[in-house]
């Protein structure tokens, strides 16, 4: 194989694609991995690979779905589905390039090692872009909400429960939505005196608290401080065992938050967590809420004087214990 995909093939993939009759056909005989290449039932473009080892489902990117199920030969079959058309070419040269990287391979094992390894290089290229890099402004919210969600100890509770409720990276009004509770977390400087609100509904939800995170950059590593790289790799050690609850974790940084843990971005920038304060917010806490402005009113964003929020002051970590790095515990809310 070379590692341009040939004429021939795609000729034959898009004349499979033209007739849209649900056919696939073998890419390479003798190839150590059963891989085909076709249309599916909709004339989508999809590959698959047959094996009689298991494959670990993989997260590509939003542009192709990826299925894995048992046959009735009781070989395994791991579709990948080109959801969007107009990445038709690079799909079909992906699907080449994993047939060729994997060709060498002296069994199947080694084959689908390979073909993992190729897709962890094609996910990076179809998912990030430099323009996805977090401001600094975002790397601080992130690190304040994850560090107080997973790390601070304050919230006890089985680390697969508070990733259910971390909804912050799917687009919720509040970063960590229990049950029974919720928290927004925001980070802020040793020297602020306002925090910023960014919607009429990011404080308008019953049983609630708003938790101020202050964070300061050194510009070494120094004891207690973290860069984003530390503490997802934190974050994922706390999912060992868990491979749902880890697919979650990967799904909200990769996915929603676009984050690429490699961009060296993120290990040069270091955060220490001087303390953290919860308020409640209560009726009368000082609040612009989505319930209370006109409906033809959009956008609303607004601050909040930091010392007016004393009278709400419900909970609070000196400098000496928020830094310490205790695992949630399964305990309760």
């Known amino acids: 194989m070379s590692r341009q995909i040939p004429e021939s093939v795609l000729a034959s993939w898009d004349e499979l694609l033209h007739r849209q009759e649900g056919r696939q056909r073998l890419l390479s005989v003798g190839h150590p991995l059963k891989i085909h290449f076709g249309d599916g039932d909709a004339g989508e473009p999809i590959f698959f690979v047959r094996s009689r080892i298991r494959p670990r489902k993989p997260e590509i990117s939003a542009a192709v779905r990826v ?155 120094v004891s207690g401080s973290w860069t984003l790289v530390d503490l997802i790799r934190h974050v994922e050690d706390l999912h060992a065992g868990d491979l749902s609850s880890l697919e979650r974790l990967t799904f909200k940084l990769e996915q929603k938050l676009r984050i690429d843990k490699s961009n060296p971005y993120y290990a040069e920038h270091h955060y220490l967590p001087v303390d953290y304060r919860g308020f409640t917010v209560s009726p009368d806490f000082p609040a612009v809420r989505s319930s209370g402005i006109p409906t033809d009113v959009v956008d609303v964003s607004y601050s909040i004087k930091i010392p007016a929020l004393n009278n ?21 809310l």
């Open 312 to 332: 709400f002051l419900t909970f609070a970590a000196p400098s000496d214990e928020s830094i310490s790095f205790p695992h949630p515990g399964a305990v309760s």
């Open 67 to 221: 299925d894995l199920g048992l046959r009735h030969d009781g070989e395994w079959a791991m579709t990948f589905t080109l959801t969007d058309i107009r990445f038709k070419k690079t799909f079909m040269s992906l699907c080449w390039d994993l047939a060729e990287r994997s060709k060498d391979a002296s069994s199947e094992a080694e084959g689908l090692s390979l073909f993992a390894v190729a897709l962890g290089e094609w996910k990076k290229l179809m998912t990030f872009h430099d323009s996805d890099t977090l401001s600094q402004s975002q790397i601080r919210g992130l690190i304040a909400e994850m560090w107080f969600g997973f790390v601070s100890g304050h919230i006890h509770a089985p680390v697969e429960q508070i990733q259910e409720a971390w909804q912050g990276p799917l687009g919720s009004d509040q970063d960590y939505k229990f049950v029974d509770h919720v928290y927004e977390v925001k980070s802020v400087h040793t020297d602020s005196t306002t925090v910023r609100i960014s919607s009429a509904e990011q404080l308008d939800a019953p049983s609630m608290n708003l938790v101020l995170v202050t964070l300061t950059e050194t510009p070494v590593k």
